[in-house]
């Protein structure tokens, strides 16, 4: 579409707000991979696992409502290969734990206070999603 | 309690976010990270809209508390983990 770059910023600037909202309010970064990784840490209190459902279950619950109840015509398109979407889900989960963050916490978190670790985080997970891509698509001829 | 509302409003704007930059697209997503035929573009304009407030933030972050709870992170490190 020509304007996606437009809803790109829009949405983009809601994803900022939100994570804004969160930090300033609550004192908390908003990195979609660990508070999701944080539902199943033990040793945390029930203030912040409920604080950490409330916040997937948003995240989950709001493009759902959009999609299937507001019927806002945006494609998604995603594979019926149960095996391929758990093996990715699976790699997602140790990459970003391995990796401390991912595109919310490293990418819009880390970049926006200059984080030396978010910074290198992004350029090196971007550059490695870009090999794996090329890789599977031009020598694998898969996910296209 | 409004802790929690914050969450859910954070949490909602992140999904709504997602949600319209098409981000919730897998094809999308590759469409950025495949260079070689009709590269997309529009994930640098997600990260660039997001970086906007969220860069505010951390400046009205600076010299107070969280406005409902906790405390606010720990400066980043200046290193990178091996």
Known sequence: MQQDWIWGLLGGGLIGLGGALLLLGNGRIMGA???LGGLIARHSDRALQLERLI??????????FLHHIVQIPVETTVTQNLPLLLTAGVLVGIGTRVANGCTSGHGVCGISRLSVRGITATVLY?????????VMRHLFGALS | MIR???????????????????MTNPAKVQGFLDF??????????VMSGALVPMALAWRLAQNRAPLVAGAFPAPPAAHVDP
């Open chain 1, 126 to 134: 971007i550059g490695a999603g870009a090999l794996t891509v090329s």
């Open chain 2, 36 to 45: 070689s035929a009709a590269w997309d573009p529009t994930l640098i304009f």
């Open chain 1, 33 to 35: 991979s660990g508070i």
């Open chain 1, 55 to 64: 916040f997937v279950a948003a995240v989950i619950g709001v493009p759902f």
């Open chain 2, 4 to 22: 929690f509302i914050v969450a859910a409003l954070s949490g909602g704007m992140f999904g709504a976010g997602l949600f319209l930059s098409g």
